[in-house]
């Protein structure tokens, strides 16, 4: 059942995929959407991001996880490299809940 399931799922995925290119020529957008669509895809990535960055469970994560991306995307904005930006923001989240910061 489980098998049937996820080939199910995978076919759905694919077709879906698919049919944005099968119907790409054959569908015609205003001109304001094809100018939204770009923007639309940066907004539903950064309300994802911004989820995972607040949220645990359903809750508030705390201020440490926050605090850590904050950390994160400063430095990210300052070009720093990338591993650099991953380290800082998870030794910042660490160093925040050894403190006892939820």
Do not use: H, K, Q
């Amino acid at each position: 059942m489980l098998i049937a399931v996820i080939l199910t799922l995978a076919v759905g995925t694919y077709a879906f995929r698919l049919s944005g290119v099968v119907l790409r020529d054959r569908l015609a957008l205003p001109d304001g959407v094809n100018r939204l669509l770009p923007m639309a895809a940066a907004a539903l990535l950064a309300a994802l991001a911004v989820t995972a960055a607040l949220t645990e469970a359903g809750a508030f994560a705390g201020f440490a996880r926050p605090t850590g991306v904050l950390v994160g995307a400063v430095l990210a904005w300052r070009r720093a490299p990338f591993i650099a930006v991953v380290v800082a923001a998870a030794a910042t989240a660490a160093l925040l809940r050894l403190l006892g910061v939820p």
